[in-house]
Nanobody, 116 residues
Framework: QVQLVESGGGLVQAGGSLRLSCAAS????????MGWYRQAPGKKRELVAS???????NYADSVKGRFTISRDNAKNTVHLQIDTLKPEDTAVYYC??????????WGQGTQVTVSS
């Protein structure tokens, strides 16, 4: 089992920045990919960014150039630096971890609200 705890969400004005963090605990050795999804009101949960244990990174087209994902394998943490925030970035952001066997674990979510 893997437990994930997110932090760093909040209310920010458009154009501002936030840094989300996610700390993993539990059966850490089995984690392969980690990353972030988000879900806006009335919309489906969508992948924002992911990073594998080997460092391969993937971003949604809508966030390329503004979001930066990073990972500290030694500390079992993953971070999402969000710059040039837009009102459409408002959502609950969920951290996830995927084991080498394909099991997926989720954090509780952290709210990001961007005011115009």
């Amino acid at each position: 089992q893997v437990q994930l705890v997110e932090s760093g969400g909040g209310l920010v004005q458009a154009g501002g920045s936030l840094r989300l963090s996610c700390a993993a605990s539990g059966t850490i050795f089995s984690i392969n990919a980690m990353g972030w999804y988000r879900q806006a009101p009335g919309k489906k949960r969508e992948l924002v960014a992911s990073i594998t244990s080997g460092g391969s990174i993937n971003y949604a087209d809508s966030v390329k150039g503004r979001f930066t994902i990073s990972r500290d394998n030694a500390k079992n943490t993953v971070h999402l630096q969000i710059d040039t925030l837009k009102p459409e970035d408002t959502a609950v952001y969920y951290c996830y971890a995927e084991s080498q066997l394909g099991a997926r674990y989720w954090g509780q979510g952290t709210q990001v609200t961007v005011s115009s």
